[in-house]
């Protein structure tokens, strides 16, 4: 079958007989880094509640110990119940990578389980490194192909993330095309993840995580035990693209495969927060520095946006938890305008410090036509600032700190990483070195064991 009428097919194929000797090295590099940098985040939620409770709930249903590593608490268990921790934990600082065009966080739910089951089954870091590849390939342009519309609803890094993670771990296993794309039906008919919680600054998005490695781990082991899927999950008649889309293309599933390597298009965040905040903060950090404001100097923000950031934002008035604060789009710029940053201990210490409240209340969006249209294969930061001696400034900003033409280099990484590990207490700093030096030497590795002692 050709791609235009069965590319769910093609794209298991891809996913199924994907080589390391096939990947051009720059993009093998890229993948170590987006390794490096997921790691630093799941060490940073070492002890976040809603992580822990996904743990317990592992040690009361899974074994005691196994062969795969739960980064958080160095415990150990089997493939299926390390993702599920190691997935949760990967989301919860809202530092971890994130796609542009798909809008969908790869590293969460495709590194843990691929992870988790290459300690279980003994594989190679090459193997490793082509298993994450795979499943970034897959879960992008699953998300692209889903579109703008399934996320007004749709978290698309757990629904396109239960494909991610059957693509990396189908790989892992050897899958043949036929038993990936049979792992894909399976994956694709459990995807769910909601936005509603936001509402109610629930736990949800750690479970989405949590949900889409885990269910992908087990779509890939049952496609090879035998059992069968959905061929055509994806495009068919009552498949995803109808169930949760008005605007899907299936011409994206199989895009450029093999020449366009949508990993390398990944972004690292440099705000503690969600990435439809970091553009306008780019922009308001541009106009304060340049003007040398004061945050009480500013007597309104007009931030200049597309419609996925209102969608999204726009369910949250006064935060309720730090997490909650994170999807504020007025607490993040309070605390780029009082502090320069909106890191971690930011936020912990201050996202509703009075002074940041009151920058909070200064700052509307509005949606923007060229900002809009860019989206989401770029996200602009536009802003207005308005200040209190009647001046207007304007900051503008194409590419936001940590996508791929204002990328982070790896002294950045690494410095990241370490900062991530010492807010979590998830490693000491002489480990967090060791483990930077084992991520670099990843392709070399004859066998991926535990990670940290």
Same mark, same amino acid.
């Given at each position: 079958?050709?791609?235009?009428?069965?590319?769910?097919?093609?794209?298991?194929?891809?996913a199924?007989? *994907?080589?390391? %000797?096939?990947?051009?090295?720059?993009? !093998?590099?890229?993948?170590?880094?987006? =390794? &490096?940098?997921?790691? @630093? /985040?799941?060490?940073a939620?070492?002890?976040?509640?809603?992580?822990?409770?996904?743990?317990?709930?592992?040690?009361?249903?899974?074994?005691?110990?196994?062969?795969?590593?739960?980064?958080?608490?160095?415990?150990?268990?089997?493939?299926?119940?390390?993702?599920l921790?190691?997935?949760?934990?990967?989301?919860?600082?809202?530092?971890?990578?994130?796609h542009?065009?798909?809008?969908?966080?790869?590293?969460?739910?495709?590194?843990?389980?691929?992870?988790?089951?290459?300690?279980?089954?003994?594989?190679?870091?090459?193997?490793?490194?082509?298993?994450?590849?795979?499943?970034y390939?897959?879960?992008?342009?699953?998300?692209?192909?889903?579109?703008?519309?399934?996320?007004?609803?749709?978290?698309?890094?757990?629904?396109?993330g239960? *494909?991610?993670? %059957?693509?990396?771990?189908?790989?892992? !296993?050897?899958?043949?095309?036929?038993? =990936? &794309?049979?792992?894909? @039906? /399976?994956a694709?008919?459990q995807?769910?993840?909601?936005?509603?919680?936001?509402?109610?600054?629930?736990?949800?998005?750690?479970?989405?995580?949590?949900?889409a490695?885990?269910?992908?781990?087990?779509?890939?082991?049952?496609?090879?035990?035998?059992?069968?899927?959905?061929?055509?999950?994806?495009?068919?008649?009552?498949?995803?693209?109808?169930?949760?889309?008005?605007?899907?293309?299936?011409?994206?599933?199989?895009?450029?495969?093999?020449?366009?390597?949508?990993?390398?298009?990944?972004?690292?965040?440099?705000?503690?927060?969600?990435?439809?905040?970091?553009?306008?903060?780019?922009?308001?950090?541009?106009?304060?520095?340049?003007?040398q404001?004061?945050?009480?100097?500013?007597?309104?923000?007009?931030?200049?946006?597309?419609?996925?950031?209102?969608?999204?934002?726009?369910?949250?008035a006064?935060?309720?938890?730090?997490?909650?604060?994170?999807?504020?789009? @007025?607490?993040?710029?309070?605390?780029?305008?009082?502090?320069?940053?909106?890191?971690?201990?930011?936020?912990?210490?201050?996202?509703?410090?009075?002074?940041?409240?009151?920058?909070?209340?200064?700052v509307?969006m509005q949606?923007?036509?060229?900002?809009?249209?860019?989206?989401?294969?770029?996200?602009?930061g536009?802003?207005?600032?308005?200040?209190?001696?009647?001046?207007?400034?304007?900051?503008?900003?194409?590419?936001?700190?940590?996508?791929?033409?204002?990328?982070?280099?790896?002294?950045?990484?690494?410095?990241?990483?370490?900062?991530?590990?010492?807010?979590?207490?998830?490693?000491?700093?002489?480990?967090?070195?060791?483990?930077?030096?084992?991520?670099?030497?990843?392709?070399?590795?004859?066998?991926?064991?535990?990670?940290?002692p």
């Amino acid at each position: 079958m050709t791609s235009s009428n069965h590319p769910s097919q093609t794209l298991a194929t891809f996913a199924a007989e *994907l080589q390391f %000797a096939g990947i051009p090295a720059p993009v !093998l590099r890229r993948a170590e880094d987006l =390794m &490096l940098d997921w790691l @630093g /985040s799941v060490l940073a939620a070492r002890t976040a509640r809603p992580v822990r409770s996904i743990e317990r709930f592992a040690q009361m249903m899974g074994p005691a110990e196994g062969p795969s590593e739960i980064l958080t608490s160095r415990r150990t268990s089997s493939p299926v119940f390390a993702a599920l921790v190691n997935a949760a934990a990967s989301h919860y600082v809202e530092q971890d990578d994130v796609h542009n065009g798909s809008v969908f966080h790869p590293a969460a739910v495709v590194i843990a389980p691929a992870l988790a089951v290459a300690q279980s089954i003994g594989a190679s870091g090459a193997q490793l490194l082509t298993a994450v590849v795979a499943g970034y390939e897959v879960g992008i342009r699953v998300g692209e192909f889903l579109g703008r519309s399934h996320y007004r609803t749709f978290h698309t890094t757990a629904t396109a993330g239960t *494909l991610a993670a %059957a693509a990396a771990v189908g790989s892992l !296993l050897k899958l043949t095309p036929q038993q =990936m &794309l049979h792992a894909f @039906g /399976s994956a694709g008919t459990q995807s769910a993840g909601v936005w509603e919680f936001l509402r109610d600054a629930a736990d949800s998005k750690q479970l989405h995580c949590a949900h889409a490695a885990a269910s992908g781990l087990m779509s890939a082991y049952l496609a090879q035990d035998g059992f069968t899927g959905a061929a055509k999950v994806l495009e068919g008649a009552q498949g995803l693209g109808v169930g949760m889309s008005s605007d899907a293309d299936p011409s994206r599933l199989t895009d450029r495969l093999g020449t366009r390597w949508a990993l390398a298009e990944t972004s690292f965040k440099y705000h503690a927060s969600c990435r439809h905040t970091h553009p306008a903060a780019d922009a308001l950090l541009q106009v304060m520095t340049e003007h040398q404001l004061a945050h009480g100097e500013v007597a309104r923000v007009t931030t200049h946006v597309h419609q996925g950031a209102i969608d999204v934002l726009g369910r949250v008035a006064v935060p309720a938890t730090v997490h909650h604060g994170k999807f504020s789009m @007025g607490t993040v710029l309070g605390l780029i305008a009082v502090h320069g940053r909106a890191g971690l201990g930011e936020f912990d210490r201050d996202f509703l410090a009075p002074e940041v409240a009151t920058f909070r209340d200064k700052v509307t969006m509005q949606l923007d036509a060229e900002v809009d249209t860019a989206y989401p294969a770029r996200w602009i930061g536009k802003v207005s600032v308005q200040t209190r001696d009647g001046r207007t400034l304007q900051g503008r900003v194409d590419e936001p700190k940590g996508d791929p033409g204002n990328s982070l280099s790896r002294a950045e990484l690494e410095d990241k990483m370490q900062r991530l590990a010492h807010y979590g207490e998830g490693a000491t700093a002489d480990e967090a070195k060791a483990l930077c030096q084992r991520i670099w030497q990843l392709a070399d590795a004859p066998r991926v064991e535990r990670w940290l002692p």
